[in-house]
């Protein structure tokens, strides 16, 4: 079992430029979160995708959209990057989520954005 | 006030020490507690999770959770340099998003 992966795992982009962020979960997992980490911080909620919806969001602008597909893999997207969008940004899956009685996330080793 | 407070350290103990790591949290309505440890430039990873209040053990690893004081706890015993982390508690309601703590740098030195 490969776990959660992600790609990329660094990415350098510049201001006002948009970026696409991918995670495949667990084998089982049906459900995926993403995560923002700044440096010293611990992880940010920014939504969860549950049957390819969003089902749950934080508190993140617009900019910040995403997409489920049927084999439950996930895809973050950001537009008009600010420098503040740099972070470690995570993907977490699950099965069932979180709301029906699922507790335990597994995280992926994160994709380190940059932005310049 | 933030949801889950956690002192960030760094926190520096000897091989072989006990080592206490704790949250507090202003949210009554967590049920589910959690604790990950994170390596450098690496995910978190689940070391524990309890429902409710009380305690639970894993190995070298005991988590506490106190509702009536809104604080939790995570012990490691017999610390080991392996140890080395950044340790992350986080919470949640039952059908809301989990909630994290800013995270506490230990190092265990040999």
């Known amino acids: 079992d490969a776990g959660v992966t992600q790609s990329p795992t660094h990415l350098i982009k510049t201001r006002g430029q948009q970026v696409t962020l991918r995670c495949s979960p667990k084998?089982?997992?049906?459900?995926v979160s993403w995560y923002q980490q700044a440096l010293g911080q611990g992880p940010q909620f920014i939504f969860q995708?549950?049957?390819?919806?969003?089902?749950q969001r934080g508190n993140f602008p617009d900019r910040f959209s995403g997409h489920q597909f049927p084999n439950y893999s996930s895809e973050l997207n950001v537009n008009a990057l600010l420098l503040g969008d740099s972070a470690l940004y995570l993907c977490?899956?699950?099965?069932?989520?979180?709301?029906?009685?699922?507790?335990?996330?597994?995280f992926g080793p994160g994709t380190r954005l940059t932005v310049l | 006030q933030k949801e889950v407070e956690q002192d960030p350290g760094p926190l520096s103990v000897p091989e072989g020490a006990i080592v206490s790591l704790n949250c507090t949290y202003s949210?009554?309505?967590?049920?589910?507690f959690m604790w990950y440890r994170q390596y450098s430039r690496k995910g978190p990873e689940l070391l524990m999770y309890t429902y409710s209040s009380g305690n639970k053990e894993d190995g070298r690893f005991t988590a506490q959770v106190d509702k009536s004081s809104k604080y939790i706890s995570l012990f490691i015993r017999d610390s080991q340099p392996s140890d080395s982390a950044t340790y992350l508690c986080a919470m949640r309601t039952s059908y809301d998003k989990v909630i994290f703590g800013p995270g506490t740098s230990l190092s265990v030195i040999p």
């Open positions: 995708y549950y049957e390819e919806e969003e089902r």
């Open positions: 949210n009554s309505a967590f049920q589910y």
């Open positions: 977490a899956s699950s099965f069932p989520p979180p709301s029906a009685g699922g507790n335990e996330q597994f």
């Open positions: 084998s089982g997992h049906d459900t």
